[in-house]
């Protein structure tokens, strides 16, 4: 609802008493220009016909510019539906509610495990056990294994498989490692980071560790840093690792941005330097700026939220959901192959001296390297050229995303985005730009989510706040309604659609489409919603037309036997039309029409009689409403 509306809606239950003639229909504010006039008569002149005053015409005035910005700019940018039926969402109630949960699915199950400090649950046919009482590490390996970290005490982790077959599989950690950290298990070595500011007691950046001797630590920082993911392509230790991040700038330049973001390469072989340079640290630490934004008109976006990558035809696909210093998201799309080449060119931003090694490369035994490389690999190299995004960003100005998911559903990318309210976005990436199929309530009220995960396979999505795990059948599509071309117009790609020839066609928007059976939705055909009975209202009674409101990117019409009576302002769940005084000028045949993407259709229709008229002219009514609905119908 837009600003003009509550305005309006705090100005409604002001002057309540003002209409004990009411038809009990009217329980609800008023919702469209019409009813905003009748509001503000009542507010100014509750029992007079004088004209509005000066100022309540002002007020109108501003009100009513208000609703028409606010409801043209919300149809631009909103979902289309809201979804928020039970039977989309299953709620799972965790024991010991904490302050971060973090999601991850079991490679050799369909378990999902929910772990934390407050415990591990591992969700399995439709029920929520606990497993452990407490963890710090939760993390899936490459050799499709569960590994999780538990604290001992301060500063001492016993890590291991989840199920180890013994103790010696099991080694300990001599660093605060947490939870909502990123990490990754190759092979039976730990990756994981630490982030965080200045005053950290730890050396901020990535660890690696195997056993309690075989390390690797990072250098010192003097910046910043917050962690967002890591990935490998390795199931091996002889391949190369990637972490995403942002650093604070160390420049001070009010006109640099506070934050940047970059990816940093490792292999994951070092072993760390020579006992007099880069012992214990990192050998092949290299770094790149990653660039988001429009060069052309100086549009960037420089801090990193979250990072999901995509296999596509053998081909990495790195999402990274950003934001701006104006609190504006963007999403951007790389390649992993053009970050592979970056980082393989050997062109640094300060140029090194003579060396006859390309710093960065793996080797097979890090610690013999010429002292000349590990002094250049100890200054922290970065890259020369930035890594670029293949396309212009994805901006969001009206939503405040936070987690990203990415899925490709015949051949269609789909982002699965959190909101910084508890709720989730459906959204389709175009070519030109990206639509909103829709938005998912899974929480009874306002709240932050913790951790979202997507089951491919499954096309299901699991999300957690601190005291629930949510998940979500992706691939419903009995919540688009029942107009004709609803499947159409849903533009889910998730959803199997036939045309009016029978061909399948999956989620496109076209025309005469509809769901197919086997999709798990019902056939559609053209909408007659005919009124059973007529509507007998007391004469001079105030009486309310409801028209559900299920597409947020339709407009709503109320027509009167083929005349336009109002244009409807959509609030959340309806729109209404308000007879001001039944009286028998007020009879006859009310339709609501959904009009959206050129396709027009009837979503429900009332035929209105003044109470005590005569059967003699009931008769006529009902006839002439079904006239017209079978008019709009066929023509």
Avoid at 149 to 169: A, G, R, V
Avoid at 343 to 349: H, I, L, V
């Amino acid at each position: 609802m837009g600003s003009g509306l509550r305005a309006v809606e705090n100005l409604w239950y002001g002057f309540t008493g003002s209409l004990s003639t009411y038809h009990p229909h009217v329980a609800t504010p008023p919702s469209n220009n019409r009813e905003l006039q009748t509001a503000l008569r009542h507010v100014f002149c509750l029992e007079c016909s004088m004209p509005y005053t000066a100022l309540s015409t002002a007020l109108l005035a501003l009100i009513w510019t208000q609703v028409v910005h606010s409801n043209l700019d919300n149809h631009k940018n909103a979902a289309r539906i809201q979804i928020k039926a039970e039977d989309v969402f299953k709620r799972y109630d965790i024991r010991q509610p904490g302050e971060m949960w973090k999601l991850v699915k079991d490679p050799l199950s369909s378990d999902i495990y929910a772990g934390g400090p407050n415990g591990l649950y591992n969700l399995h046919q439709n029920e929520l056990k606990m497993v452990k009482p407490s963890i710090s590490l939760l993390t899936e390996g490459t050799n499709r294994t569960l590994f999780i970290c538990e604290k001992i005490k301060e500063k001492d982790h016993k890590c291991c498989f989840l199920k180890p077959e013994s103790d010696q599989n099991c080694f300990n950690v001599a660093q605060e490692v947490q939870i909502n950290e990123a990490s990754l298990l190759v092979d039976r070595t730990l990756f994981f980071t630490m982030s965080g500011d200045l005053n950290a007691q730890a050396n901020l950046g990535l660890y690696k560790q195997s056993s309690k001797t075989s390390y690797i630590w990072p250098q010192g920082t003097t910046v910043a840093q917050k962690y967002v993911k890591i990935i490998t392509k390795s199931t091996t230790l002889d391949g190369k690792l990637y972490s995403f991040q942002t650093v604070k700038n160390s420049n001070s330049d009010a006109e640099t941005p506070l934050w940047i973001s970059q990816v940093s390469h490792y292999c994951m072989g070092d072993k760390g330097g020579s006992k007099s340079l880069l012992q214990f640290r990192w050998t092949s630490m290299l770094s790149a700026r990653l660039f988001c934004g429009k060069k052309e008109n100086r549009t960037t976006f420089t801090e990193l939220l979250d990072v999901a990558e995509l296999e596509i035809s053998g081909n990495t696909i790195i999402f990274a959901l950003f934001k701006n210093v104006y609190n504006i998201r963007a999403v951007c799309v790389y390649k992993m192959s053009e970050i592979e080449r970056i980082f393989n060119s050997a062109k640094f931003k300060d140029p090194k001296d003579s060396i006859s090694q390309n710093p960065g490369e793996c080797v097979s035994n890090s610690q013999s390297l010429h002292a000349t490389v590990l002094k250049f690999m100890e200054q922290r190299p970065e890259m020369e050229e930035w890594i670029l995004p293949e396309s212009d960003p994805l901006v969001f100005r009206h939503h405040l995303y936070s987690h990203l998911q990415v899925d490709n559903v015949n051949n269609k990318d789909v982002l699965l985005m959190t909101l910084e309210n508890g709720r989730i976005h459906k959204v389709l990436k175009e070519e030109n730009g990206h639509f909103i199929i829709a938005e998912y309530l899974p929480f009874d009220k306002k709240t932050h989510i913790h951790s979202m995960l997507l089951d491919r396979s499954e096309k299901m999505l699991y999300v957690s706040n601190s005291s629930q795990v949510v998940t979500i059948n992706l691939r419903d599509c009995n919540h688009y309604g029942d107009a004709f071309n609803a499947c159409g117009m849903a533009n889910d790609p998730y959803c199997s659609c036939k045309n009016s020839s029978g061909a399948s066609a999956e989620g496109v928007r076209s025309e005469d489409h509809f769901f197919s059976a086997d999709a798990g939705g019902p056939s559609i055909q053209r909408l007659s919603s005919s009124p059973s009975s007529p509507d007998l209202i007391p004469r001079h009674s105030k009486y309310y037309l409801t028209c559900p409101t299920l597409s947020k990117h339709a407009s709503y019409t109320w027509i009167r036997d083929n005349k336009t009576v109002s244009e409807c302002v959509s609030t959340e769940e309806q729109c209404l039309l308000l007879i001001e005084s039944m009286s028998k000028k007020d009879e006859g045949c009310y339709v609501c029409q959904a009009t959206e993407q050129e396709q027009s259709w009837t979503v429900t229709s009332n035929l209105l009689v003044e109470n005590g008229a005569s059967h003699l002219r009931v008769a006529p009514a009902v006839m002439t409403c079904l006239l017209l609905l079978i008019s709009m119908i066929v023509f």
